[in-house]
């Protein structure tokens, strides 16, 4: 099997973190920059081009609004549904701070109808309703391996061995699945993954864990358009 994760674009609050180096105004479910989205219609272009290495299958998007307005122009440019995933998320969930506090809340995200509006190709889960998707609380990062593991492994499940999946999720998180595909029970260090980038990852016949094909790839941006 092979997968292919994509992070997204640039987001108001990665803006607002790279010129305050604050999360103070940060937004609960923060959409792309003009920036953020200019690099995903460059993704979406650069895979009608057939940029990457093999055919898709399958593409699923993490629910939180970065992710899927980044994921719509690869839905188009695969003419595949997109499939919202509701554990592919941010570490820690969604979550909404106390500016004055920094006490932090579980937020429930963007409700189906504004979701439904970025893509008419996204298929949401069951219970993503007016109120938002996340049912959940506050995730400590502990728990974050976890989650991984069993999004991959449910995949996995879903999907046969010859099949390529894509997932569009964020830059933490994404730590946590390349620690999976490759069984590195620990991580000292930290992977830099830019928005947009592409990793790949396959399976190696009689192997265990996975090969990392490419990590961070960016075939698609001029340096201009390149953040973290």
């Given amino acids: 099997m092979r997968f292919v994760v994509v992070r997204h674009g640039q987001s108001t609050n990665n803006l607002l973190w790279e010129q305050t180096g604050s999360e103070q105004g940060r937004h609960p479910d923060t959409p792309l920059t003009g920036t953020g989205l200019a690099q995903a219609a460059r993704l979406g272009e650069a895979v009608a081009g057939g940029v990457l290495p093999w055919p898709v299958d399958a593409l699923y998007c993490s629910l939180m609004m970065r992710a899927v307005q980044t994921a719509a122009p690869l839905a188009e440019a695969l003419d595949l549904p997109l499939l919202g995933h509701p554990d592919i998320h941010e570490v820690g969930g969604p979550y909404d701070m106390d500016a004055a506090t920094g006490t932090m809340a579980p937020y429930r995200g963007a409700g189906a109808a504004d979701l439904r509006a970025v893509s008419a190709r996204l298929v949401l889960p ?36 010859d099949e390529t999946v894509v997932l569009v999720s964020h830059g933490y998180f994404s730590q946590f699945l390349f620690r999976h595909f490759l069984q590195i029970e620990r991580m000292t260090g930290w992977l830099e993954i830019h928005n947009t980038s592409v990793s790949l990852y396959e399976d190696v016949p009689d192997r265990p864990g996975m090969r990392a094909v490419r990590v961070n790839w960016l075939p698609h941006l001029p340096d201009d358009l390149v953040t973290y």
């Fill in 126 to 161: 069951a219970d993503a309703g007016v109120d938002g998707w996340y049912r959940g609380e506050l995730e400590p990062v502990d728990s974050a391996a976890a989650r991984a593991a069993s999004v991959v492994e449910g995949l996995r499940a879903a999907h046969g061995e």
